[in-house]
């Protein structure tokens, strides 16, 4: 069996980004099962296998994302996927993973929170605890599809990140896009492009491996070449080693947020329709950004300024597109499935007198076009 | 059991019990040292032991992964130089298990603490155990949370003074053997810092060994709890540990159980099984049906 299944597939969200992490040469998923995210750890159990990788099903999501590190530091690209309850479980070792600069790829297929939720129906509501979720400052990537061709596109993409940056990526999926099924399009294998880690070329005895090059990403040795590492959790030198003082923790501290946010325009990932002329700007992600065009287009049709900004990185928060359009537009609208997340990024981002109109649903269902149509009147007055 | 033991280790631990500086070691990372750990604490044997068995084994240095957990024992991943790993507080045990399962060819041990271990991460062992994991894990059973500053731990005895209880502990003990035992750990030993040739040798065989493999290694914490519990300075420790830790090799793990710090208790080698790891069953299922 080879591992990239090039050919044109119908498949679920969650089959694609599945497909997705093997093309990126994912080879290690501990995961937990959870709805709605489990088809992506029963399709990786029956490929890996196939193809060299291991799968091993966790007592927990701790775990899990204790194993995708260690797993990473083996030299082995790693994931794991899951849904709010266990990504909150994975928050502690998610931090750990910032903190040891690892990179792993952490799928959340997002559902109606709080806590147990709705298990089985969409939700869009760990959009900021993906962002601020484990203790301390940080920075993450986080990635969004919308369609099952885009989780397979992105899952390569977080992988990409991760590795060059040295970061956990979370992809905000959610219920509807991991669910849905529709025609996706697997590349030639050499067609793919794909960043691994840089490796140091140093030699063992010389080598630090918290010393940062130039872009403030140290090169990353695995464990068993010999390079005899010490990795913690504390905050370390350039040795790894822990220095417990304000001298060594303020640089630290400042990089692992500036790796990430002195590059936030390289990062960047947006689809804009119909933005040129827009008077009102439409902002959705993932499954709701759907039903966003369906209601832009309609606008269109009435013959109304209305354009549509789709965000696909979510983290870091594109503040620079927001802010050029702030200053084109008279109003916002917000339509996501919680109760005022991306909102307050935007209205950090926009000018007082743009309006900020929000269309929030707590979960359970999609936003139908003419909710989002309210939203483009209120933000138009 | 096949183990013979007809040195006379009794001798060479109370040498050993008198020990001369450790030798500076291409093993332990001379540039960390002074180390953070209190005079007469246990933790150190269990370095110094741990490298002496990789050094008479003759395992390649490069080959070792170290993982710990935190907690004063979980500085141990810091001192030794093989690639080290200090992860959060309990979650040693499932980063070891991504890195071996990952790269087989490493001999990943878990160095750390009862409270690390069986408390925060006690989900975690018994799954270790119960899938027979190829991993050696390392306990430093000291009774307590040394590194918070003496608070209980699942190991702490019935009665026992600690800083949250302060007028005696109502919880009783894991026995943690009996409870890897009965998990399905390949390899269970338990051992006392001042055993220190008994314990190494201990190290090497399961070192030897796949599966899981577990060893128990009760440990002074002069700082933390023996001064709160009758048990005298780190070298009274130590000697109440040579004279009443009585050598039971073989003994059922229910009858290993730590009831009172300050009676006889079994130490030896419980369990030594040859059964099927977590890798072999891997590499059994998948070479038969994936294959094709
Ligand atoms: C999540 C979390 N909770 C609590 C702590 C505080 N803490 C640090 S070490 C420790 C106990 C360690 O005890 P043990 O594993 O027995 O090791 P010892 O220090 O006795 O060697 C605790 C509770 C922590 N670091 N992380
Ligand atoms: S507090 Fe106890 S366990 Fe910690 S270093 Fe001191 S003696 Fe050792």
Redesign the interface.
């Known amino acids: 069996m080879t591992a990239v299944i090039t050919g044109t597939h119908f498949l679920t969200g969650n089959d694609a980004a599945a497909e997705g992490a093997i093309s990126a040469g994912c080879?290690?998923f501990?995961g937990y099962p959870i709805t709605p995210s489990t088809e992506i750890a029963e399709r990786v159990s029956r490929r890996f296998?196939?193809i060299g990788g291991?799968y091993?099903q966790?007592?927990?999501e701790?775990?899990?994302?204790?194993?995708?590190?260690?797993?990473?530091?083996?030299?082995?690209k790693?994931m794991t996927a899951t849904s709010g309850p266990g990504y909150s479980l994975m928050l502690?070792?998610i931090g750990?993973g910032v903190m040891?600069e690892t990179p792993t790829v952490v799928v959340n297929v997002q559902r109606g929170s709080p806590s147990t939720g709705i298990p089985t129906s969409v939700g869009q509501s760990d959009v900021m605890q993906a962002r601020w979720g484990s203790h301390g400052d940080y920075e993450v990537i986080a990635i969004s599809p919308n369609c099952p061709q885009e989780c397979y596109d992105f899952l390569i993409k977080a992988f990409n990140f991760s590795e060059q940056y040295r970061v956990p990526v979370t992809v905000l999926m959610d219920e509807c896009v991991s669910h849905m099924s529709e025609k996706v399009v697997i590349p030639k294998e050499e067609e793919i492009k794909l960043f691994n880690r840089k490796k140091p070329k140093d030699k063992p005895e010389k080598h630090l491996p918290f010393k940062p090059d130039k872009d403030m990403i140290p090169p990353m040795a695995?464990?068993?070449?010999?390079?005899?590492?010490?990795?913690?959790?504390?905050t370390h030198d350039y040795?790894g080693?822990?220095v417990m003082s304000a001298e060594c923790h303020e640089p630290l501290v400042r990089r692992l947020c500036d790796k990430i946010r002195n590059n936030v325009k390289k990062i960047t990932l947006i689809e804009e329709y119909k933005t040129d002329d827009a008077d009102v700007l439409v902002i959705a992600f993932g499954a709701v950004s759907r039903s966003a065009m369906t209601a832009v287009k309609i606008a269109r049709e009435r013959g109304e300024k209305v354009g549509l900004l789709r965000l696909i990185t979510i983290w870091p928060f594109p503040d620079h597109v927001i802010q050029a359009y702030a200053q084109k537009v008279k109003g916002f609208v917000v339509a996501e499935i919680n109760y005022g997340q991306v909102l307050y990024e935007v209205q950090r981002c926009a000018r007082t007198d743009n309006v900020v109109a929000h269309v929030p649903l707590t979960g359970g269902r999609l936003h139908s076009p003419e909710e989002i149509l309210d939203g483009i009147k209120e933000a138009g007055k | 059991m096949s183990m013979e033991f007809d040195v006379d280790y009794e001798y060479q631990d109370r040498c050993m019990y008198m020990a001369e500086s450790h030798p500076s070691d291409e093993m332990l990372r001379d540039d960390r040292i002074p180390h953070i750990w209190c005079t007469g604490c246990g933790c150190g044997e269990i370095i110094s032991t741990y490298i002496e068995a990789v050094k008479e084994l003759d395992i390649n240095p490069d080959k070792v992964a170290i993982v710990s957990g935190i907690g004063c024992i979980g500085r141990a991943a810091g001192y030794l130089k093989f690639d080290s790993f200090h992860t959060t507080h309990g979650r040693a045990i499932p980063f070891a298990t991504g890195l071996k399962v990952a790269r087989p060819e490493l001999d990943v041990s878990v160095i750390s603490g009862d409270g690390d271990l069986f408390a925060i991460g006690g989900n975690h062992i018994i799954h270790a155990a119960r899938r027979n994991m190829d991993i050696l894990v390392i306990c430093s059973n000291n009774y307590t949370y040394g590194m918070t500053g003496g608070q209980f731990s699942p190991a702490t005895p019935i009665d026992s003074f600690t800083t949250t209880t302060p007028y005696g502990n109502c919880e009783r003990p894991f026995n943690l053997c009996d409870l890897l035992a009965s998990a399905g750990a390949a390899y269970v030993a338990r051992w006392t810092s001042i055993h220190v040739r008994r314990l190494q040798k201990s190290i090497k065989e399961a070192l030897t060994k796949k599966g899981f493999r577990f060893i128990e290694v009760l440990t002074p914490c002069p700082t933390g709890f023996g001064r709160r519990n009758k048990m005298g300075t780190a070298i009274d420790t130590s000697k109440f540990y040579q004279d009443h830790g009585k050598i039971d090799h073989g003994a059922d793990t229910r009858d290993v159980r730590l009831e009172d710090p300050l009676s006889d208790f079994s130490i030896g080698t419980f369990v030594d099984l040859d059964k099927e790891t977590y890798l072999e069953a891997k590499e059994r299922i998948f070479s038969r049906e994936v294959k094709k």
């Open positions: 080879r290690f501990a296998p196939q291991s091993i966790m007592e927990d701790i775990a899990s994302m204790c194993a995708i590190l260690g797993a990473s530091w083996a030299g082995v790693s502690e070792n750990l040891m695995a464990a068993g070449e010999g390079y005899k590492i010490h990795v913690t959790g504390l040795k080693y822990p």
